[in-house]
């Protein structure tokens, strides 16, 4: 979960503007949470556009959004919320909390991939963190990468099954650590990394558009 600080806030045609302090990673799609602006910004919204300009209001005959070009706006986010015209305003009240749980893979997926039964719930707790890593961890990066996906449905079977390799990595090393530091004959440090089947399956280091 990441919170950001609303820094303006607008008010057009029933559709809400926020502006932020800082560059955020929203998505067009994606639900946020905006808490402590006054009625009626605050509450759970989709995200419907990411604008760069002012926005000016609801083109009578189109319908398409409008914006002011000559007016630059950074960190804005835009979203459907029905109420009275509030004209632009700086505004240094209320936050926007963006949550991602991504739910592609469980415990089960993890132990079947193993080839394991869990003997304790100590087990079965630590099976169930792992995979709740996995989950978040892949579609993180993935993000990072440029792809948009469902955080409740996996988008293909071999990302699925990048994901519960992952977690199961993960499994197998509880209680293990890279290595100690050490000065003895100033030896390096080795460096792991993500595995490469790991990648090509996630479609992780290539991105979504050419």
């Given at each position: 979960?990441?919170?950001?600080?609303?820094?303006?806030?607008?008010?057009?045609?029933?559709?809400?503007?926020?502006?932020?302090?800082?560059?955020?990673?929203?998505?067009?799609?994606?639900?946020?949470?905006?808490?402590?602006?006054?009625?009626?910004?605050?509450?759970?919204?989709?995200?419907?556009?990411?604008?760069?300009?002012?926005?000016?209001?609801?083109?009578?005959?189109?319908?398409?959004?409008?914006?002011?070009?000559?007016?630059?706006?950074?960190?804005?986010?835009?979203?459907?919320?029905?109420?009275?015209?509030?004209?632009?305003?700086?505004?240094?009240?209320?936050?926007?909390?963006?949550?991602?749980?991504?739910?592609?893979?469980?415990?089960?997926?993890?132990?079947?991939?193993?080839?394991?039964?869990?003997?304790?719930?100590?087990?079965q707790d630590f099976t169930t963190q792992c995979a709740a890593a996995s989950n978040n961890f892949i579609y993180r990066r993935r993000q990072?990468?440029?792809?948009?996906?469902?955080?409740?449905?996996?988008?293909?079977?071999?990302?699925?099954?990048?994901?519960?390799?992952?977690?199961?990595?993960?499994?197998?090393?509880?209680?293990?650590?890279?290595?100690?530091?050490?000065?003895?004959?100033?030896?390096?440090?080795?460096?792991?990394?993500?595995?490469?089947?790991?990648?090509q399956l996630c479609g992780l280091d290539r991105p979504a558009v050419a």
């Amino acid at each position: 979960m990441a919170t950001y600080n609303v820094s303006s806030k607008q008010l057009t045609d029933n559709y809400a503007v926020l502006q932020t302090l800082e560059p955020t990673p929203f998505e067009v799609g994606q639900n946020i949470t905006v808490s402590g602006v006054s009625a009626p910004f605050s509450g759970t919204f989709q995200i419907i556009a990411l604008p760069e300009h002012q926005f000016i209001g609801v083109n009578s005959t189109t319908g398409f959004l409008e914006f002011n070009e000559l007016n630059p706006l950074p960190n804005q986010v835009l979203y459907a919320c029905t109420g009275t015209n509030v004209d632009r305003v700086q505004s240094f009240v209320g936050t926007i909390t963006y949550t991602q749980v991504c739910t592609w893979i469980t415990a089960s997926d993890i132990q079947t991939w193993l080839g394991i039964s869990v003997a304790t719930q100590a087990d079965q707790d630590f099976t169930t963190q792992c995979a709740a890593a996995s989950n978040n961890f892949i579609y993180r990066r993935r993000q990072e990468a440029g792809y948009y996906d469902s955080l409740t449905t996996v988008p293909s079977d071999d990302v699925k099954l990048g994901t519960i390799q992952y977690g199961g990595m993960l499994y197998r090393q509880r209680g293990s650590i890279d290595v100690f530091a050490s000065f003895n004959e100033m030896s390096t440090a080795p460096v792991t990394g993500l595995s490469p089947i790991i990648k090509q399956l996630c479609g992780l280091d290539r991105p979504a558009v050419a």
